[in-house]
């Protein structure tokens, strides 16, 4: 039916899609709306063709499917899509912009995840959030206690000592406080149990799966990194290079230079946050254990006499991200 489509441009929603499609001459061939229902069956009478897409919520399930129909998809992140839209906010302004910036040779693309892969970052990301939730429930623990004068240390141990003195100190609490916080440690110890279960199951995949079990093997990467970067990284051949990676996460300077000089300011902190924060974090770790014995990294030793501590952590996390990338990419293990 539609013969004459060489890209297409499909704006995302939960019922109501917007199509603009560009024949070969450049010339507008369809603008139409369509419900979710009849997406597959539109593009099912489409010649192969190239789809943009932005990558927002569904993008990669929708990106799966029309692949499956022959077609060649492209996701771009949002914030590149928008210089493209002419004016105003409409559903058809931004499917005409998605189509023309899809065929820009300079746009940068997300590649499209498996259902797998989607599922691993789907584990993280709640282990996250009932890691969040316990980390509340602490705290609030500590107010509360801390009204009658229950101080214990911070940490885990303190934790544990908090609902011991809760259970041996009930007679110096009232009724109606001890009922409350008797509530708040049971929800503890039940995301503690749902943490652990997921962990497993991250600690499963990481086993089954070889690109995690190589970024493993390199200091400040464990099974939970490792396996958070080898989900959300499905093709490490779209990063030129290792530094266009550790940018990607938003691990390099940001840029402020114009009249030839350069200026450079702290971490842009742009792209994945999680993977960023879970870098940093091994790379706190490292950092520990070289302040404990300079002679394990020399260099790390030699870079905390000119930098804060923070400073150098934040650089190593950044030399980790280049490292993974080389691993991702050379298919190898990491080699001191």
């Given at each position: ?6 890209g297409v441009g499909l704006d995302l929603a939960k019922r109501v899609f917007q199509v603009h499609a560009v024949g070969r001459d450049g010339q507008?061939?369809i603008r139409r709306k369509l419900r979710r229902g009849e997406v597959l069956a539109f593009f099912s009478s489409l010649p192969s063709c190239l ?286």
């Amino acid at each position: 039916m539609y013969r004459d489509v060489s890209g297409v441009g499909l704006d995302l929603a939960k019922r109501v899609f917007q199509v603009h499609a560009v024949g070969r001459d450049g010339q507008i061939t369809i603008r139409r709306k369509l419900r979710r229902g009849e997406v597959l069956a539109f593009f099912s009478s489409l010649p192969s063709c190239l789809v943009g897409m932005e990558a927002c919520a569904s993008a990669h399930h929708w990106g799966r499917e029309l692949m499956a129909l022959g077609h060649d998809v492209r996701l771009m992140p949002p914030a590149y899509v928008k210089p493209y839209v002419k004016r105003g906010k409409t559903d058809a302004a931004d499917a005409e912009a998605i189509c023309q910036a899809v065929t820009r040779p300079t746009m940068r693309f997300v590649a499209v995840k498996t259902r797998e892969q989607q599922g691993v970052l789907m584990t993280h990301k709640i282990r996250d959030l009932l890691v969040r939730q316990r980390t509340a429930l602490i705290n609030a623990l500590r107010a509360h206690l801390a009204e009658y004068g229950i101080v214990t240390a911070t940490g885990p141990g303190g934790v544990s000592t908090l609902t011991k003195l809760l259970r041996e100190e009930q007679d110096a609490l009232p009724s109606h406080a001890r009922a409350a916080l008797s509530s708040l440690v049971e929800q503890l110890g039940a995301l503690a149990e749902q943490i652990d279960r997921l962990e497993g199951q991250i600690l499963e995949w990481h086993r089954s799966d070889e690109t995690s079990r190589r970024l493993a093997t390199i200091p400040g990467i464990g099974p939970i990194t490792a396996s958070a970067i080898a989900a959300a990284v499905p093709d490490p051949g779209q990063f030129r290079s290792g530094r266009q990676f550790a940018a990607w996460l938003g691990l390099t300077p940001r840029p402020n230079s114009s009249g030839g000089k350069d200026r450079l300011g702290g971490i842009s902190k742009q792209g994945d946050g999680y993977l960023r924060r879970l870098l940093v974090v091994g790379a706190t770790a490292v950092m520990r254990m070289v302040r404990k014995d300079p002679k394990r990294q020399p260099w790390l030793a030699e870079l905390l006499e000119r930098k804060t501590v923070r400073v150098a952590t934040v650089g190593l996390a950044n030399k980790t991200a280049r490292i993974a990338w080389a691993v991702m990419t050379r298919k190898e293990v990491y080699a001191t």
